[in-house]
């Protein structure tokens, strides 16, 4: 097919923290040396932020190092942390603050903000843009562009294509960006990068990326009940009745405002569990419900997030190009965030970029690139949190707990031992039949909700006539294989009502029914499938959840 084709220097894939802080240092650099570059970013989302979900507690770290300026260029750093509380949730309506000297020192957020890291990406792209990036919202990568076993760059997603193929009024094929270096940062499992990580085997050797996913609420609250700048996190229950692993958090941020989220850790073995019910039950504790109460619930959202740490992190260069932030899986899940380190390795990437490009390189592999990432604070940070995933997967969050205790707050480093996870979490489920049945309550619609109300405020929207974007490699496995075994656990861990097992219209006995416009691209599809039978890829560009403010 004949495409029309732009040329770039650089071109970024997702218009995230990593992508957006690659762009701005790109082209700072190249300013700094009267440079001439090209600098295009590319997102799927209708708009930069719409895609973006988070906790999010950032650290500034790395955007004091891109923008020292960035409280006079205001950035939307409102709310700093002023006090942190940690809860030991034991059952449904008891808890225990757990003493501050208690409590890992990478769990203490004095000196950050509580912040929408969807206004943080909005507002990089403005600056991106003054520093003369090209920045497109709306176009979806579809797919590399690898010739002579180097990346050249990426195909934008065909615009008006009908669900049997047929193009409809109003075609558009995509675009063929051509670029010297192609920065993937499109976010945890992002669907080049998981293609890219297997092409160019950049995983071998490691421990398989473990992941969780992360179910967010935004909330106006009772201002009586707000508390600008608290920070409260905890462990336990709901998920220790399941036997999983995870953690929730509230932040109060600013404008009588709280976000709300229970994140799940997806090597959970049950079945019958689902993370939109169990944050639904979360809700109900007294911890929680105490400042819920009386408010109204203004946004939803979900998401994958990368667990894996370093011991999971691949080979993050390759002929022509880099996988970066989330993308690769540069998240610290001990402190758990990640925007701070994947704009750490979108600056690291920039300046391995403008260094290649200087010395006239086009597409050679960024060898340097591995050199700078193990000689920064971004390398030292991951390798000394190593164990923390692990411990918690292997021993759960309460002994998890105490050995990061003993690493951070006693050794003041690692241990000298790495353990190691090396069961991906799609392969631990257990048979149905052996699994604890769990019966969750039906929403109350005050502080408990159900799947489509929730989709409904997220905002999200998909053409309904185009493809299908979420790809089964057999058909089939879903009611002869994981019906029978696993209860189809789909039904359960998406978040967003997507998947469905129905009676078919034609009587002959059930059938497996994907609701794609109702997919908030979180991923855990494509992650916990048993049989790895469901791939997801990009929807038409524009289409999915716009969060505001999340």
Request: aromatic letters at 8%.
């Amino acid at each position: 097919m004949e495409r029309e084709s732009m040329e770039f220097d650089v071109l970024i894939v997702g218009g995230g923290p990593a992508g957006l802080s690659a762009a701005c240092r790109v082209m700072q650099l190249a300013q700094e040396a009267g440079e001439e570059l090209t600098v295009c970013v590319v997102e799927k989302g209708s708009e930069i932020g719409a895609h973006i979900l988070a906790g999010t507690v950032f650290e500034p770290t790395a955007l004091n190092e891109l923008f020292p300026d960035w409280k006079e260029k205001g950035a939307p750093l409102n709310t700093p942390v002023t006090r942190d509380d940690i809860f030991l949730l034991k059952n449904q309506e008891k808890a225990t603050k757990v003493p501050n000297a208690f409590v890992p020192k990478n769990m203490h957020n004095h000196g950050n903000y509580i912040i929408s890291l969807g206004n943080l990406c909005r507002w990089l792209a403005e600056q991106a843009e003054q520093l003369g990036v090209e920045v497109y919202p709306g176009f979806a990568a579809s797919e590399t562009i690898v010739e002579d076993g180097q990346v050249k760059g990426i195909i934008t997603g065909d615009m008006g294509v009908a669900r049997d193929g047929s193009e409809k009024d109003g075609y558009m094929p995509g675009m063929e960006l051509r670029a010297k270096y192609t920065l993937f940062t499109e976010g945890c499992r992002g669907h080049l990068g998981k293609r890219l990580i297997n092409d160019f085997k950049l995983d071998e050797g490691k421990d398989p990326q473990h992941y969780g996913i992360g179910i967010k609420e935004l909330w106006d609250i009772d201002p009586a009940k707000h508390e600008p700048g608290l920070v409260i996190h905890t462990t336990g229950w709901p998920l220790n009745e399941s036997g999983s692993t995870g953690g929730s958090f509230l932040y109060h941020l600013e404008n009588g405002q709280v976000y709300v989220g229970l994140i799940t850790d997806l090597s959970y073995s049950n079945p019958h569990l689902s993370p939109f019910e169990e944050f639904q039950r979360l809700k109900l504790h007294p911890e929680i419900k105490k400042y819920l109460e009386g408010g109204k619930r203004v946004s939803y959202g979900a998401r994958a997030i990368a667990k894996g740490g370093y011991n999971a992190l691949p080979k993050m260069s390759f002929p022509g190009g880099l996988l970066l932030g989330c993308d690769a899986g540069t998240l610290n899940s001990s402190k758990i965030k990640g925007s701070h380190t994947a704009m750490k390795s979108g600056l690291l990437g920039a300046e391995a970029v403008f260094e290649a490009l200087k010395e006239g390189k086009t597409g050679e592999e960024l060898t340097g690139f591995q050199k700078k990432f193990e000689e920064s604070w971004l390398y030292k940070e991951l390798y000394a949190e190593r164990n923390f995933g692990p411990a918690m997967h292997k021993f759960g969050n309460i002994v998890g707990g105490a050995i990061a205790y003993f690493e951070q707050n006693i050794l003041r480093g690692s241990l000298p031992i790495t353990f190691h996870d090396t069961t991906p979490d799609y392969a631990t489920l257990k048979p149905a039949s052996e699994a604890k049945k769990i019966s969750y309550p039906k929403p109350d619609n005050n502080l408990t909700f159900d799947r489509l109300s929730s989709v409904f405020i997220s905002n999200t929207n998909h053409e309904e006539d185009q493809p299908v974007h979420l790809k089964l490699t057999n058909p089939d496995i879903p009611i002869q294989e994981n019906l029978p075994k696993y209860d189809e656990p789909a039904q359960r861990y998406c978040p967003a009502g997507v998947y469905e097992v129905v009676e078919a219209e034609d009587g002959s006995g059930k059938k497996f029914q994907i609701n794609a416009q109702n997919c908030v691209h979180c991923k855990t599809c494509d992650i916990k499938d048993p049989a790895q039978n469901i791939t997801w890829v990009t929807p038409e560009g524009g289409g999915g959840p716009n969060y505001p403010n999340m």
